[in-house]
C-alpha cells in the first residue's frame, strides 16, 4: 500500500503534466490521494503521530511533482525560443512578462533570466511546450531541475518508507496468555 500510495501521488502530477489537465497539474488530486492513505492508515489504527507525518509528506509531494514533472517534460519536449520582455514586476525576484516570437503575450511569469537589469524589450530565452500544454519557463534550468529531482525522489522514498512503518506499526500482536 505504501508504494502504491506513492506511486499514485506522483502519477497524478506527471499526468498533469503530460495532459495539460488543470485539476491533475494543480496537485489537488495528488493532495487527495494523499489523504485518503492518511484515512486508510486511520483506519488500520496507526498512531496519529506517524499518520501526521505521512500526510505531511504527501501533501508535499502532491504539490511538488507536478511542477518537477513539467519542468522533465519541457526538458524533453520543449523548443528554445527568444521571448520579448513586456513588463517587470519586482517581488522577491524579478519577474518578466513576455511575448512569444508570434506576438502572444504568455500567460505566465518568468523568474529566469529576468534580473534587475532586464528592461522592456530585452531578449530572454524561454523553453515553450510545443503542444501548448505547458506554460514558458526560463531557459537554462537543467541544474535546478536535477536538484528538484532529487528533492523529490527523496521525498517520494521518505514518504514510501515512513507508509510502509506506518502500516507495519499498526498490526498489533497478541500478548502471549499466561501459561495454566
Request: charge should be positive; hydrophobic fraction near 45%; include cysteine.
Amino acid at each position: 500500500m505504501s508504494t502504491v500510495g506513492t506511486t499514485s501521488i506522483i502519477g497524478a502530477g506527471v499526468a498533469g503534466a503530460l495532459t495539460g489537465i488543470p485539476v491533475l497539474f494543480s496537485g489537488m488530486i495528488g493532495v487527495l490521494l494523499a489523504l485518503s492513505l492518511a484515512i486508510y492508515l486511520i483506519a488500520t489504527r496507526a498512531g496519529h503521530l506517524l499518520v501526521a507525518a505521512v500526510t505531511v509528506l504527501g501533501v508535499t509531494l502532491a504539490l511538488q511533482s507536478p511542477e518537477v514533472a513539467a519542468e522533465t517534460v519541457l526538458t524533453v519536449r520543449g523548443e528554445p525560443q527568444t521571448a520579448t520582455v513586456t513588463s517587470i514586476a519586482f517581488h522577491t525576484a524579478p519577474h518578466c512578462s513576455v511575448a512569444q516570437p508570434d506576438g502572444r503575450i504568455a500567460r505566465t511569469t518568468i523568474t529566469r533570466g529576468c534580473s534587475q537589469a532586464t528592461r522592456p524589450g530585452d531578449a530572454i530565452g524561454i523553453i515553450s511546450d510545443p503542444k501548448g500544454l505547458l506554460r514558458p519557463r526560463g531557459a537554462g534550468f537543467s541544474e535546478s531541475l536535477d536538484r528538484s529531482l532529487t528533492k523529490t525522489a527523496g521525498l517520494a522514498l521518505g514518504l514510501a518508507a515512513l507508509s510502509f512503518l506506518t502500516i507495519i506499526r499498526s498490526y498489533r500482536v497478541p500478548s502471549p496468555r499466561p501459561p495454566r
